[in-house]
């Protein structure tokens, strides 16, 4: 079992930055793969970007690319996700997730997730 607690959204204006992390408790494996959704009012959870444990190998969303990074810290069971150039498209609720096979962007075919952190860009 693993539970995820993602913490530091909050309020930025268009152009700035933020840094969301996600504590994962419970063994995190190899093979597993961490990963960033969204979910902004009256729209369905999207994938934003994802990483595999072991590997390290990672992957975005075109409406991230080059603005977000995912990392991760294999000694503190942590992922980030930092937020550059932010635009008010980006204004929604993200989640923290964990995968205990290979990557997918599927919301469904993710087995953990956290809470939920807000993030509001204002224009």
């Known amino acids: 079992q693993v539970q995820l607690v993602e913490s530091g959204g909050g309020l930025m204006q268009a152009g700035g930055s933020l840094r969301l992390s996600c504590a994962a408790s419970?063994?995190?494996?190899?093979?597993?793969?961490m990963g960033w959704f969204r979910q902004a009012p009256g729209k369905e959870r999207e994938f934003v970007a994802g990483?595999?444990?072991?590997?390290?190998?990672?992957y975005y969303a075109d409406s991230v690319k080059g603005r977000f990074t995912i990392s991760r810290d294999s000694a503190k069971n942590t992922v980030a996700l930092q937020m550059n150039s932010l635009k008010p498209e980006d204004t929604a609720v993200y989640y923290c997730?964990?995968?205990?096979?290979?990557?997918?962007?599927?919301?469904?075919?993710?087995?953990?997730w956290g809470q939920g952190t807000q993030v509001t860009v204002s224009s």
């Open positions: 419970g063994r995190i494996f190899s093979n597993y793969a």
């Open positions: 997730a964990a995968r205990w096979t290979v990557l997918t962007t599927l919301p469904s075919e993710w087995h953990y």
């Open positions: 990483i595999v444990w072991g590997s390290g190998s990672t």
